[in-house]
């Protein structure tokens, strides 16, 4: 896998694109702006191509995990697992990964990363996003993008902006104020465009009146005057609803090109070149949308590199060619798969497991394969065997999937398995679970995209309970064995009636790992990996406990306002059954000396250090992720506390390490929906550093202004 290539500045990438795009005619314009057609290409989407000026045809992939329709291609962790790890070398390295394999089959734009909030906790797609938090978000959306762009694949910045919901993606419409737009849901395509992201998706969903993909406010006013977005601006996949709208308020590429997939008619090609006569869009606007496509595709050094030709095909399954691309990345996708395991109990240290263990229960569906075999359902569309991954157009076809009892049957050489992965037979679950010293229980919860619905999920959850009677499985396990273990795989939150059960002695957080599933999770079972993943959302009670859930009208009112995820817990003083940040580890951590100096005041480039020691007084090496909170003076008027630093820190036993956030500009604002830009405010700052949301081990107070 290449290393090191470093992408070129815009201004160097425009001053190229200008020689370029100066030689092109209209039609030619038009043509790399204009997508060929769905189907027409192996790719999901294709732009059209130039001769004399010479311009390629860019191959556009799905999708934030890996490469889809493709044979022999790595299954990465899920997104939300990459920001489970909170570990920013790992964020980078799953993007370089990635894109090394995209590079290979030819593709030119790798749509992801996404980077949507977790508004909502049944939301189809969060799992292919990254936390309910918007500080993690952009660090997690920054260092992918960073990785991507590493191997000069251009990265996609998806969706903008509002599409936090799967039912009536594409009629509902989104309304929130200002400030929550700003502070929240930009503030990831915010970072991204700091880190030079080559292109941003436009949503299905309406902003208010206007479509997501023709709403000047969002595209041409926050995105690129305000954030000074320089790349080009696709449509999602038939989210174009005009020509001369879309055009002039920023939409710069239309996908997959036709109205609708049957279409051979695009709102762009000839409707466009028609708008430019009759001066409805001028040749300007058309001639920024060309250079913004040609910039990014030189930025990327695209112009210079060596892209085989396409050897995946989308539509021809047999026309796909058997390229294998996946080098040595299972290793790196089974330690981000542990590194993202989160530990949510863990009494009597029952954890880790014992290879002496004389008999072991492995209980659940969830620990097997898929009884019709290996990628059985297009794209994910099923929930049957062990969950890896999402369903929808972020699925990835598994070249092996490594099973939870796979991966732990290779660690348990001496010990008697009893098994079974009939989550109905609760009789037979109960007879194995009394014959075992230790019981682990498998259940998920599974979600995807709106076009394809899984046993009456269409898209988003309908439910927040673990699929397939995995509540009463779990019961049922516990009530036969004083030594249970529960291993969930879910795209999200779910609830948890068994939570207080005497038995169950540890819970197992696993999310979405992909394809080294069972590897990395016996990792974490038999002690090889010490856990240190951590929630990126709040896992509440009750559904009831969250501030909303997608909404079933035209409307999606983002009424709670900056008040997303534990924000919302804290101020309405709500006991989640686990917060966010929280996540347990077989050593422990001890936090001392905390400080802080005020580098630099003033409100144009405000500078703090906020610096504690953690000690690691247990009894094994592991990793900590210490977390800065931030209260924020009262005229701010921002919840109770809101993350603005984490960094995750390997500590030998009886080590310690010193942890130091850098507070600037961007970590000290807010929004000033009244003055419609960011202010420093006056008064008394808090940092609360600690080893989740609320587990807050130190506070410090500081103020920037005099």
């Known amino acids: 896998m290449a290393h090191g290539f470093e992408p070129l500045s815009w201004d160097d990438a425009y001053a190229k694109a200008a020689v370029l795009v100066d030689q092109m005619t209209v039609p030619q314009m038009i043509n790399i702006t204009t997508g060929v057609g769905w189907g027409k290409t192996p790719c999901v989407g294709a732009t059209g191509s130039t001769s004399n000026p010479d311009f390629p045809s860019l191959c556009l992939q799905d999708g934030p995990a890996g490469v889809r329709f493709a044979e022999m291609v790595s299954v990465n962790v899920a997104g939300v697992n990459a920001a489970a790890s909170f570990d920013k070398r790992a964020m980078r390295r799953r993007g370089e990964v990635m894109a090394a394999e995209f590079k290979k089959k030819g593709v030119h734009v790798q749509l992801g990363p996404a980077m ?95 479509w997501a993909c023709e709403d000047d406010y969002t595209l041409n006013q926050v995105l690129k005057k305000d954030l000074g977005f320089r790349g080009f601006v696709m449509s999602d996949w038939l989210a174009t609803h005009s020509t001369t709208k879309s055009v002039n308020s920023g939409l710069d590429m239309t996908m997959p090109g036709g109205i609708t997939f049957e279409s051979a008619e695009s709102y762009f090609g000839s409707r466009l070149f028609a708008a430019i006569e009759r001066t409805e869009v001028s040749e300007e606007r ?6 913004r496509i040609v910039a990014a595709w030189y930025k990327l050094g695209q112009d210079a590199m060596d892209i085989p030709e396409v050897n995946l095909h989308s539509f021809l399954p047999h026309l796909n060619l058997k390229v294998d691309v996946m080098e040595d990345h299972s290793v790196f996708i089974r330690e981000l798969g542990a590194a993202s395991t989160v530990l949510l109990r863990n009494q009597d240290n029952i954890l880790p497991l014992k290879t002496s263990l004389r008999t072991l229960a492995i209980i659940g569906e969830d620990a097997g394969a898929d009884p019709q075999g290996l990628n059985s359902a297009p794209d994910g569309g099923a929930n049957r065997g062990t969950l890896a991954l999402g369903w929808g157009s972020g699925s990835v076809k598994f070249p092996y999937l490594v099973t939870p009892l796979d991966g ?39 979600s995807g995209e709106e076009f394809i619905t899984v046993e009456g999920n ?28 529960v291993v969930i795989h879910s795209v999200g939150a779910v609830e948890m009636p068994w939570l207080d059960h005497p038995n169950i002695k540890a819970i197992v957080w696993a999310g979405l790992p992909g394809e080294e599933s069972g590897n990395a999770l016996a990792d974490v079972l038999y002690g090889h990996v010490n856990p240190s993943g951590r929630l990126p959302y709040s896992i509440a009670k009750q559904w009831d406990d969250y501030p909303d859930r997608a909404s079933t009208g035209a409307t999606a009112e983002y009424h709670e306002g900056l008040a997303v995820g534990y924000r919302w817990f804290d101020q309405q003083e709500i006991a989640p059954n686990f917060e966010f940040g929280f996540g347990l580890s077989y050593t422990s951590f001890h936090y001392r000396n905390l400080d802080v100096t005020v580098a630099q005041q003033g409100a144009d480039d405000p500078r703090v250090r906020v ?18 909170y931030l209260t924020f003076p009262k ?13 995750k820190v390997f500590i030998k036993r009886g080590g310690k390490a ?5 507070l600037g500009r961007d970590e000290l604002t807010y929004w000033d929906d009244k003055e419609h830009t960011w202010v420093v405010p006056q008064g008394d700052f808090v940092a609360h550093v600690g080893a989740s949301s609320r587990d807050i081990r130190g506070t410090v107070h500081f103020s920037v202004l005099s």
């Open 116 to 210: 949507n909030i977790i508004r909502t906790p049944d939301g189809g797609r969060n799992w292919e996003c990254f936390s309910e938090d918007p500080y993690l978000s952009a660090v997690a959306a920054v260092e992918t993008i960073n990785g991507m762009q590493s191997q000069g694949v251009m990265a996609t910045a998806k969706h903008y902006i509002g599409n936090e919901q799967e039912l009536n993606r594409e009629t509902i419409s989104t309304v929130m104020d200002e400030r929550t737009l700003r502070e929240i849901y930009t503030f990831p395509f915010k970072k991204s465009v700091e880190a030079g992201v080559a292109s941003i998706m436009c949503s299905y969903n309406k902003i208010g009146p206007n």
């Open 286 to 291: 058309l001639r920024d949308m060309a250079m």
């Open 658 to 662: 010193n942890v130091q956030f850098e």
């Open 635 to 647: 005229e701010a008027n921002e919840p109770p506390k809101v993350l603005r630093g984490f960094e």
């Open 458 to 485: 269409r898209g988003d959850r309908s439910d927040l309970r673990l699929w397939h009677g995995g509540d009463q499985l779990i019961e049922t396990v516990a009530n036969n064995n004083n030594n249970t273990i």
């Open 408 to 446: 732990i049957s290779k660690q348990a050489s001496e010990t008697k398995l009893y098994t079974s992965l009939n989550n109905e037979d609760l009789e037979e679950a109960a007879r194995l679970a009394r014959k075992a010293q230790v019981a682990i229980v498998f259940a998920n919860a599974n």
């Open 611 to 628: 610096s504690i020691d953690v000690y690691n007084d247990g009894r094994y090496d592991g990793s900590e992720v210490p977390q800065l």
